[in-house]
Every structure is written in structure tokens, then in C-alpha cells.
Nanobody, 118 residues
Framework: QVHLVESGGGLVQPGGSLRLSCEGS????????MGWYRQAPGKQRELVAS???????QYGDSVKGRISISRDDVTNTVVLELDRLKPEDTAVYFC????????????WGQGTQVTVSS
């Protein structure tokens, strides 16, 4: 199986920056994409950013223009950087690894809380 370990998060002031890192381990042999999702209380989980094997990226509408994502295929690590944080960025952020054959499924980290508040 696959295990994802997230780091970063915590309390950040409005206008500040955030860096989240996630490293995958285990039986990782066919990664299609890695990325981050978030879920605020009472809301559905939504895409923050993802990066595919070919380097293409996808970003959530609410973070476009203030986000970057990078990936290291050797260590199966994905790093998210989000600037100009707003209170509405407060959520639990989940690392995601989309694995192809033989698993053909998504794997998730345990989640890390990000709170944007003064």
C-alpha cells in the first residue's frame, strides 16, 4: 500500500504564506498525479492544486494566482505554496496521490489543519 505523510500547516496570519509538504512511501510504482485538496467545516472537499506526471497542473479557482505546486518524482514528494492567505483558506488540507495500475485508486494523507486568523 501507499502512505502519505504531510507536514506544515498551523496558524497563519491573513496575508501570510503557507508551505505544505507531503512525502509518499510504500508500494509506489505508477503515480498519475499528486496534489492537495482541502475541506472546510460544513463544505465539500475541493481541489487546491494537482500536478500530473507530464508536469501539467490544475488549480482551484479560489487560489489561482497565488499558488504554486511542485513535485519530486524520486522521493514522491509534493510541495504546495500558497500566498496572500485569507480567512477563507482555513481548512483541513489533504495530500492526494492518484495511482494507476495495479491499484487504480486515490490515496490520502491524514490531513493537516490550516487556520488563517489574526
Amino acid at each position: 500500500q501507499v502512505h502519505l505523510v504531510e507536514s506544515g500547516g498551523g496558524l497563519v496570519q491573513p496575508g501570510g504564506s503557507l508551505r505544505l509538504s507531503c512525502e509518499g512511501s510504500g508500494s509506489i510504482i505508477n503515480v498519475l498525479a499528486m496534489g492537495w485538496y482541502r475541506q472546510a467545516p460544513g463544505k465539500q472537499r475541493e481541489l487546491v492544486a494537482s500536478i500530473h506526471t507530464d508536469g501539467t497542473t490544475q488549480y482551484g479557482d479560489s487560489v489561482k494566482g497565488r499558488i504554486s505546486i511542485s513535485r519530486d518524482d524520486v522521493t514522491n514528494t509534493v510541495v504546495l505554496e500558497l500566498d496572500r492567505l485569507k480567512p477563507e483558506d482555513t481548512a483541513v488540507y489533504f495530500c492526494n496521490l492518484r495511482h494507476g495500475i495495479p491499484f487504480s485508486r486515490d490515496f490520502w494523507g491524514q490531513g493537516t489543519q490550516v487556520t488563517v486568523s489574526s
